[in-house]
Protein backbone atom coordinates (compact mmCIF):
# COMPACT_ATOMS: atom_id res chain seq x y z
CA UNK A 1 0.00 0.00 0.00
CA UNK A 2 0.89 3.38 -1.12
CA UNK A 3 1.60 6.28 1.12
CA UNK A 4 2.66 9.48 1.37
CA UNK A 5 2.65 12.15 4.20
CA UNK A 6 3.64 15.68 4.26
CA UNK A 7 5.20 17.37 7.20
CA UNK A 8 6.79 20.71 7.90
CA UNK A 9 5.28 24.45 9.66
CA UNK A 10 1.75 25.37 9.04
CA UNK A 11 2.88 29.17 9.37
CA UNK A 12 6.32 30.87 8.08
CA UNK A 13 6.92 34.91 8.48
CA UNK A 14 7.86 36.29 4.91
CA UNK A 15 11.82 35.60 3.96
CA UNK A 16 12.10 32.35 5.97
CA UNK A 17 12.98 29.18 4.57
CA UNK A 18 10.47 27.05 4.19
CA UNK A 19 11.48 23.42 4.72
CA UNK A 20 8.69 20.32 3.53
CA UNK A 21 9.25 16.44 4.14
CA UNK A 22 7.42 13.88 2.41
CA UNK A 23 8.07 10.46 4.29
CA UNK A 24 6.79 7.32 2.04
CA UNK A 25 5.97 4.04 2.03
CA UNK A 26 5.22 1.04 -0.28
CA UNK A 27 7.31 2.12 -2.80
CA UNK A 28 11.39 2.92 -2.55
CA UNK A 29 13.41 5.68 -4.22
CA UNK A 30 15.87 2.98 -5.00
CA UNK A 31 14.15 1.65 -7.34
CA UNK A 32 15.08 2.31 -11.27
CA UNK A 33 12.56 4.74 -12.90
CA UNK A 34 10.93 6.02 -9.96
CA UNK A 35 10.01 9.44 -8.52
CA UNK A 36 8.69 11.63 -6.24
CA UNK A 37 7.13 15.54 -6.99
CA UNK A 38 5.84 18.67 -5.26
CA UNK A 39 2.83 20.51 -6.40
CA UNK A 40 1.26 23.17 -4.55
CA UNK A 41 -2.25 24.86 -4.32
CA UNK A 42 -3.04 28.23 -3.62
CA UNK A 43 -6.30 28.37 -1.82
CA UNK A 44 -9.02 28.35 -4.69
CA UNK A 45 -6.50 28.26 -7.24
CA UNK A 46 -5.02 25.81 -9.67
CA UNK A 47 -2.54 23.31 -9.08
CA UNK A 48 0.95 24.29 -9.88
CA UNK A 49 4.11 21.61 -10.54
CA UNK A 50 6.74 22.25 -8.52
CA UNK A 51 9.67 20.21 -8.56
CA UNK A 52 10.90 16.57 -9.07
CA UNK A 53 13.71 14.17 -7.45
CA UNK A 54 14.21 10.94 -9.44
CA UNK A 55 15.55 7.20 -8.39
CA UNK A 56 19.06 8.03 -9.67
CA UNK A 57 18.98 11.61 -7.80
CA UNK A 58 18.10 13.55 -11.08
CA UNK A 59 16.53 17.02 -9.71
CA UNK A 60 14.14 18.92 -11.93
CA UNK A 61 12.37 22.64 -11.01
CA UNK A 62 9.47 24.52 -11.64
CA UNK A 63 11.02 27.32 -14.19
CA UNK A 64 9.48 30.21 -12.52
CA UNK A 65 10.83 29.04 -8.79
CA UNK A 66 14.09 27.10 -9.63
CA UNK A 67 16.33 29.75 -8.25
CA UNK A 68 14.28 29.14 -4.87
CA UNK A 69 13.62 25.78 -4.64
CA UNK A 70 15.96 22.48 -3.37
CA UNK A 71 14.48 18.80 -3.40
CA UNK A 72 16.62 16.41 -1.97
CA UNK A 73 16.34 12.89 -0.83
CA UNK A 74 16.82 10.22 2.26
CA UNK A 75 16.55 7.10 0.76
CA UNK A 76 17.38 4.45 3.75
CA UNK A 77 14.36 7.49 5.24
CA UNK A 78 11.79 6.84 2.56
CA UNK A 79 11.93 10.90 2.56
CA UNK A 80 12.02 13.37 -0.09
CA UNK A 81 12.60 16.91 1.20
CA UNK A 82 11.73 20.54 -0.39
CA UNK A 83 12.89 23.72 1.01
CA UNK A 84 11.78 26.40 -0.76
CA UNK A 85 13.95 30.10 0.08
CA UNK A 86 12.28 34.34 0.53
CA UNK A 87 8.90 32.91 1.32
CA UNK A 88 6.39 35.73 0.66
CA UNK A 89 2.27 35.41 1.20
CA UNK A 90 1.87 34.48 -2.49
CA UNK A 91 3.43 31.13 -1.80
CA UNK A 92 0.43 30.25 0.73
CA UNK A 93 -0.63 27.01 -0.69
CA UNK A 94 -1.66 24.00 0.21
CA UNK A 95 2.01 21.37 -0.48
CA UNK A 96 1.44 18.13 -2.07
CA UNK A 97 4.02 15.62 -2.40
CA UNK A 98 3.52 12.60 -4.91
CA UNK A 99 4.47 9.61 -6.38
CA UNK A 100 5.48 9.50 -10.16
CA UNK A 101 7.49 11.54 -13.09
CA UNK A 102 5.02 11.43 -15.65
CA UNK A 103 1.87 10.51 -14.05
CA UNK A 104 1.10 11.19 -10.47
CA UNK A 105 -0.53 8.12 -9.27
CA UNK A 106 -0.04 8.49 -5.40
CA UNK A 107 -0.71 11.92 -3.83
CA UNK A 108 -0.59 12.92 -0.21
CA UNK A 109 -3.21 14.94 1.49
CA UNK A 110 -1.30 17.97 1.69
CA UNK A 111 0.03 20.13 4.00
CA UNK A 112 -1.63 23.87 3.82
CA UNK A 113 0.90 26.51 4.20
CA UNK A 114 0.60 30.27 5.54
CA UNK A 115 2.75 32.48 4.97
CA UNK A 116 2.10 35.76 6.74
CA UNK A 117 3.89 38.14 9.78
CA UNK B 1 7.41 25.94 -20.74
CA UNK B 2 4.31 24.34 -22.15
CA UNK B 3 1.04 26.38 -21.89
CA UNK B 4 -1.94 24.57 -20.94
CA UNK B 5 -5.45 25.84 -21.96
CA UNK B 6 -8.47 24.69 -20.40
CA UNK B 7 -12.54 24.71 -21.82
CA UNK B 8 -15.26 25.86 -20.16
CA UNK B 9 -14.03 26.94 -16.97
CA UNK B 10 -16.97 26.05 -15.19
CA UNK B 11 -19.73 23.23 -16.23
CA UNK B 12 -23.33 23.24 -14.60
CA UNK B 13 -24.72 20.11 -15.47
CA UNK B 14 -27.81 17.91 -14.82
CA UNK B 15 -27.34 14.09 -13.70
CA UNK B 16 -27.29 11.57 -16.29
CA UNK B 17 -25.86 14.49 -19.16
CA UNK B 18 -22.53 14.31 -21.24
CA UNK B 19 -19.72 16.62 -20.45
CA UNK B 20 -17.03 17.32 -22.35
CA UNK B 21 -13.62 19.24 -21.22
CA UNK B 22 -11.32 20.16 -23.60
CA UNK B 23 -7.05 20.69 -23.18
CA UNK B 24 -5.42 22.45 -25.34
CA UNK B 25 -1.54 22.37 -25.24
CA UNK B 26 0.47 25.25 -26.05
CA UNK B 27 2.49 23.14 -28.52
CA UNK B 28 2.51 19.25 -29.41
CA UNK B 29 3.22 16.87 -26.41
CA UNK B 30 2.03 13.82 -28.54
CA UNK B 31 -0.11 11.85 -26.10
CA UNK B 32 2.00 13.02 -22.67
CA UNK B 33 -1.05 14.00 -21.29
CA UNK B 34 -3.25 13.38 -18.49
CA UNK B 35 -6.09 13.69 -16.20
CA UNK B 36 -6.99 14.32 -12.58
CA UNK B 37 -10.78 14.72 -10.52
CA UNK B 38 -10.35 17.37 -7.56
CA UNK B 39 -13.18 16.97 -5.26
CA UNK B 40 -13.49 19.67 -2.16
CA UNK B 41 -10.95 18.92 0.10
CA UNK B 42 -9.54 15.83 -1.39
CA UNK B 43 -5.98 15.33 -3.08
CA UNK B 44 -6.34 14.59 -6.86
CA UNK B 45 -6.72 11.61 -8.12
CA UNK B 46 -5.61 10.22 -11.75
CA UNK B 47 -8.32 9.48 -13.99
CA UNK B 48 -7.05 8.55 -17.53
CA UNK B 49 -3.06 8.85 -18.30
CA UNK B 50 -1.50 9.36 -21.23
CA UNK B 51 -4.45 11.16 -23.39
CA UNK B 52 -6.94 7.95 -23.43
CA UNK B 53 -5.54 5.07 -21.58
CA UNK B 54 -8.03 4.05 -18.37
CA UNK B 55 -6.76 3.40 -14.83
CA UNK B 56 -7.53 0.76 -12.59
CA UNK B 57 -10.83 1.45 -10.34
CA UNK B 58 -11.84 4.69 -12.51
CA UNK B 59 -15.64 4.30 -13.68
CA UNK B 60 -15.71 3.22 -17.53
CA UNK B 61 -18.05 6.61 -18.22
CA UNK B 62 -14.79 8.71 -17.94
CA UNK B 63 -12.80 8.47 -21.10
CA UNK B 64 -10.09 10.90 -22.87
CA UNK B 65 -9.04 11.43 -26.46
CA UNK B 66 -6.53 13.54 -28.11
CA UNK B 67 -2.85 13.45 -29.45
CA UNK B 68 -0.65 16.71 -30.26
CA UNK B 69 -2.24 20.01 -29.00
CA UNK B 70 -5.93 18.70 -28.52
CA UNK B 71 -7.70 16.71 -25.86
CA UNK B 72 -10.75 16.10 -24.56
CA UNK B 73 -12.11 14.22 -21.00
CA UNK B 74 -15.54 13.08 -21.72
CA UNK B 75 -17.98 12.02 -18.73
CA UNK B 76 -20.70 10.07 -20.39
CA UNK B 77 -23.92 10.03 -18.36
CA UNK B 78 -22.57 12.23 -15.02
CA UNK B 79 -23.62 11.03 -11.94
CA UNK B 80 -23.85 13.25 -8.79
CA UNK B 81 -20.85 12.03 -7.31
CA UNK B 82 -18.80 13.96 -10.36
CA UNK B 83 -18.79 16.97 -8.87
CA UNK B 84 -15.40 18.49 -8.82
CA UNK B 85 -12.83 20.12 -10.42
CA UNK B 86 -10.94 18.62 -13.65
CA UNK B 87 -6.89 19.71 -14.58
CA UNK B 88 -4.94 18.38 -17.51
CA UNK B 89 -1.06 18.08 -17.03
CA UNK B 90 1.64 17.87 -19.39
CA UNK B 91 4.37 15.48 -19.18
CA UNK B 92 5.89 15.97 -22.12
CA UNK B 93 8.81 17.92 -21.20
CA UNK B 94 9.78 19.78 -18.02
CA UNK B 95 8.85 21.74 -16.43
CA UNK B 96 5.58 19.49 -16.06
CA UNK B 97 2.53 21.89 -16.18
CA UNK B 98 -1.13 21.91 -15.12
CA UNK B 99 -3.88 23.25 -16.98
CA UNK B 100 -6.14 25.45 -14.69
CA UNK B 101 -9.12 23.08 -14.44
CA UNK B 102 -12.49 23.24 -14.88
CA UNK B 103 -15.36 22.92 -12.36
CA UNK B 104 -18.50 20.72 -13.16
CA UNK B 105 -21.00 21.48 -10.71
CA UNK B 106 -23.95 19.11 -10.54
CA UNK B 107 -27.93 21.41 -11.20
Not at chain 1, 12 to 24: A, D, E, H, Y
Not at chain 1, 41 to 70: C, F, V
Not at chain 2, 69 to 88: G, R
Request: charged share 15%; proline share 6%; hydrophobic share 30%.
Amino acid sequence: QVTLRESGPALVKPTQTLTLTCTFSGFSLSTSGMCVSWIRQPPGKALEWLARIDWDDDKYYSTSLKTRLTISKDTPKNQVVLTMTNMDPVDTATYYCARGGATIDYWGQGTLVTVSS
Amino acid sequence: EIVLTQSPDFQSVTPKEKVTITCRASQSIGSNLHWYQQKPDQSPKLLIKYASQSISGVPSRFSGSGSGTDFTLTINSLEAEDAATYYCHQSSSLPFTFGPGTKVDIK
